[in-house]
């Protein structure tokens, strides 16, 4: 079954720092997909990254990159210059072969002013 | 252009009721997908419709069905709700040929059972 592994419960960061939130997934696709999604205290899942796993550059976002390493099947999300707009829950996510989104646990975010 | 919308925002429910949640997907979306979201965990796959069928389904009972309608819009039915059906009930949209690149989410429905 494919699963998806986000090892860090919680984690905190000073505003304007950077923090790396990590990710890990088991797939036996070769072509597919990668998502970081965010949820803040209003609830509304909303995309912040996604990754094609056949690309090999990183994909970025204003503040928001990943670091993708296909072989170790790891997908970590940078944050640079924290703001306290980004706390909020973050999920690691991937489509299953019948593109059902299997989702970490979560990665609860603090910023600390 | 609206995003995805789902009502109501908010219900409280007691055991062994009935419940229906209600999901208007993104425009031009034609696929529509339920997951429910249990405090302080991810989501997990309830089902997912497409062309008013139910294509794909997660490992959840028969309480739990679901519906989509012509225009795409899409309903979410529990039946004999249990105190452990208390959740948060996401819907997302997508179209069917780039559901594997992305899925719009809805605000979502609290369901309370007591």
């Known amino acids: 079954a494919q699963t998806v592994t986000q090892s860090q419960p919680e984690m905190s960061v000073q505003e304007a720092e950077t923090v790396t939130l990590s990710c890990t997934y088991d797939?036996?696709?070769?072509?597919?997909?990668l998502f970081w999604y965010k949820q803040p205290p209003s609830r509304q899942m909303i995309l912040v990254i996604r990754?094609?796993?056949?690309k090999q550059q990183n994909a970025t976002e204003n503040r928001f990159s990943v670091n993708f390493q296909k072989a170790a099947k790891s997908f970590s999300l940078k944050i640079s210059d924290s703001q306290l707009g980004d706390a909020a829950m973050y999920f690691c996510?991937?489509?299953?072969?019948?593109?059902?989104?299997?989702w970490g646990a979560g990665t609860k975010l603090i910023i600390k002013p | 252009d609206a995003g995805v919308t789902q009502s109501p925002t908010h219900l409280i429910k007691t055991r062994g009721q009935q419940v229906t949640l209600r999901c208007s997907p993104k425009?031009?979306?034609?696929?529509v997908s339920w997951y429910q979201q249990a405090l302080g965990q991810g989501p997990q796959f309830i089902f997912q419709?497409?062309?008013?069928?139910?294509?794909q389904r997660g490992n959840f009972p028969d309480r739990f069905s679901g519906h989509q309608f012509p225009n795409y819009s899409s309903e979410l039915n529990v039946n004999a709700l249990l105190l452990g059906d208390s959740a948060l009930y996401l819907c997302?949209?997508?179209?069917?040929?780039?559901?594997?690149?992305?899925?719009?989410f809805g605000p979502g429905t609290r369901l309370l059972v007591l």
């Open positions: 419709y497409y062309e008013e069928e139910e294509r």
């Open positions: 996510a991937h489509p299953d072969s019948n593109y059902q989104l299997i």
């Open positions: 997302a949209s997508s179209e069917e040929r780039e559901i594997r690149e992305t899925q719009y």
């Open positions: 797939t036996s696709e070769s072509d597919y997909y």
């Open positions: 425009s031009g979306h034609d696929t």
């Open positions: 990754q094609e796993a056949y």
